[in-house]
């Protein structure tokens, strides 16, 4: 019997990955990638992120990308 491939919801995914990368931050607005393609692209999409397909080792998290993953982070991980 073939197992059943769970779905998981891609928003609340996207917006864990752009809450954490505040963790990486530096340079003001550069986050290391080290998350999956897909994530990066959706992010990159959606206007958070500049294009992530290249060789740097960071992403730049554009203006509105910084203030939402700031948002996040706060609201997931605050006391």
């Not at 019997?1 to 990955?17: F, G, L, Q, W």
């Not at 003001?28 to 393609?37: E, I, L, M, V």
């Not at 730049?60 to 910084?66: A, I, M, Q, Y």
Request: some cysteine; aromatic content about 8%; hydrophobic content about 35%.
């Amino acid at each position: 019997m073939p197992a059943e491939k769970t779905e998981y919801d891609t928003e609340k995914i996207d917006e864990c990955v752009l809450a954490l990368l505040q963790l990486t931050l530096h340079d003001g607005n550069r986050a290391w990638k080290g998350t999956d393609f897909e994530v990066m692209d959706r992010l990159f999409e959606q206007g958070y992120i500049l294009d992530p397909r290249n060789r740097n080792k960071a992403v730049v998290l554009t203006e509105k990308g910084l203030e939402r993953s700031k948002e996040l982070f706060a609201g997931l991980f605050e006391k």
